[in-house]
């Protein structure tokens, strides 16, 4: 009889070439700087909505997954409103272990290689000035909200998270402990990641060139195209005689307002030509 608990095959049958295609290297200053934590980029990932997968234990033991609204405390904690109407807030009542997963947005054709954060923990009914808090706060990320979330069959509860499980797609992937990430912050400059991208692109195609040859490692770069920004640094997708690559360059320091963006790109700007000349 076979075992089917060992019949699995323990890793990806493509070669990793085909996942991880080789790319070159550099063969300059590099400057990646600091990278956002596992716990960063999940706190940042549940800040960009408000709208996800709540899985609970139904009666019969199966788990039961459902679209939720939700909100978040100071320190992370989802704030959930949910009625006994709804199978997810009956289970609740009878067994509170619960987990969310936080989905942002397909990139491009394919979904799985777009980012999201499980979040797993049990769920307490808040009391006293906790429930007054969860409750601002669930009303203030749903108005609708302030019609039904005193009705007698919704009820508040708050997700403690015990385990966080990110993934930012194909090969990027990470755990936090709950300390971590109720100590962490959501990047403050994520709301204008996407009107930065398509201006560098659009009007700064010659810095972003500047940037990859200064700090990129790639001295022979033909072009240099931005496909991600965060307080620490700019994503540069660059194309070299020697092929196409990837290279990421730190700020001078972290971004610390909503509108630091600009002030960054250009400080960098200004020291890659220095650097180059």
């Known amino acids: 009889m076979t075992d089917t608990a060992t019949s699995f ?3 990806h049958a493509a070669p990793a070439e085909v996942l991880n295609p080789p ?5 300059g200053p590099t400057h990646e700087g600091r990278r956002r934590s596992a716990a960063e980029e999940a706190r940042t ?6 709208v996800a997968t709540l899985a609970t234990l139904s009666e019969d033991g199966h788990p039961w997954g459902s679209l939720v609204s939700y909100a978040t405390l100071a320190d992370g904690s989802p704030v959930l409103c949910v009625s006994l109407l709804a199978e997810h807030g009956r289970n609740l009542r009878a ?3 619960a987990s969310l997963v936080v989905a942002e947005p397909a990139r491009g054709g394919d979904p799985l290689n777009s980012g999201r954060v499980t979040l797993a923990g049990v769920a ?7 429930e007054a808090t969860a409750r601002d706060a669930y009303v203030q990320a749903h108005p609708p909200a302030r019609l039904y979330a005193g009705f ?3 009820s508040l509860w708050v997700l403690r998270v015990d385990r966080v499980r990110w993934v930012g797609g194909y ?3 990470d755990s936090a402990d709950a300390a971590s990430y109720r100590a962490a912050e959501p990047d403050p400059v994520q709301g204008q990641t996407a009107y930065a991208i398509a201006h560098l692109n659009a009007d700064h195609a010659d810095a972003l060139l500047l940037m990859a040859r200064a700090f990129g490692g790639h001295p022979d770069a033909l072009s240099a195209t931005c496909t991600g920004a965060d307080r620490y640094g700019i994503e540069l997708r660059v ?8 290279a990421r360059i730190g700020f001078a320091e972290p971004i610390v307002e909503p509108d630091g963006l600009r002030g960054a790109t250009v400080e960098l700007t200004r020291r890659s030509r220095a650097a180059l000349a």
Do not use: K
């Not at 307490?124 to 906790?130: N, Y």
């Not at 194309?239 to 990837?246: A, K, Q, S």
């Open 152 to 154: 007698g069959d919704f």
């Open 45 to 50: 990932l549940v800040a960009q909505t408000n």
């Open 124 to 130: 307490q009914r808040p009391t006293g000035t906790l």
């Open 9 to 11: 095959p323990t890793d």
């Open 239 to 246: 194309v070299t005689p020697r092929g196409e690559t990837r």
């Open 171 to 173: 090969g990027r992937m």
């Open 23 to 27: 790319m070159p290297e550099p063969i």
């Open 95 to 97: 067994d509170q272990r």
